[in-house]
T-cell receptor, first 111, second 115 residues
């Protein structure tokens, strides 16, 4: 069965800290890995990764895929209270019209 | 303008009732989805439609019946509601058939509570 596992499940840090969120996957026919941020409502798209070793960056957020280790990390530097959210990792599979999601990491940034 | 909109936002109902959730997207996307998010925040796909045609049905009970009158709308009807149906239901859309090159755009969710 296709599986995506995220760690940690929950993380509490102070504003200004740097955090690293992990995602590992066991799927048949991997196609791409995606990161989403979910605050109170809809998950919003952050990154899509298809190639190993190429970092994608958006402001203080960055992410990289390691296909050999079947994993990805999401880094957030100089965290702000607005970064508090659930971060979801998902994998798309060749030949299947769906995303398989991990259970999310709940990130809390304290002032 | 909201890209993917769902109604209602909240739905509280008793076991055994039948209810519907509506979804509309104005992004011009061809593919629409229903996902269920449980209390542990796992998002699991239920259905996917491409241009009104069902392409995924992920072992969802027959009590759940999606309907897509056109490619901009995907509604979800649930018969004989059970306690275990309580969850947040998300509608989503993507530009191309499948999610390979185009990420999902989610609606704000419908929180269903069955008492």
């Amino acid at each position: 069965e296709d599986k995506v596992v995220q760690s940690p499940l929950s993380l509490v840090v102070h504003e200004g800290d740097t955090v690293t969120l992990n995602c590992s996957y066991e799927v048949t026919n991997f196609r791409s890995l995606l990161w989403y941020k979910q605050e109170k409502k809809a998950p919003t798209f952050l990154f899509m990764l298809t190639s190993s070793g190429i970092e994608k960056k958006s402001g203080r957020l960055s992410s990289i895929l390691d296909k050999k280790e079947l994993s990805s990390i999401l880094n957030i530097t100089a965290t702000q209270t607005g970064d508090s959210a659930i971060y979801l990792c998902a994998v798309s599979i060749q030949g299947a019209q769906k995303l398989v999601f991990g259970q999310g990491t709940r990130l809390t940034i304290n002032p | 303008d909201t890209a993917v909109s769902q109604t209602p936002k909240y739905l509280v109902t008793q076991m055994g009732n039948d209810k519907s959730i509506k979804c509309e997207q104005n992004l011009g996307h061809d593919t629409m989805y229903w996902y269920k998010q449980d209390s542990k925040k796992f998002l699991k796909i239920m259905f996917s439609y491409n241009n009104k045609e069902l392409i995924i049905n992920e072992t969802v009970p027959n009590r759940f019946s999606p309907k897509s009158p056109d490619k901009a709308h995907l509604n979800l009807h649930i018969n004989s509601l059970e306690l275990g149906d309580s969850a947040v239901y998300f509608c989503a859309s993507s530009q191309e058939r499948g999610v390979y090159n185009s990420p999902l755009h989610f609606g704000n969710g419908t929180r269903l509570t069955v008492t």
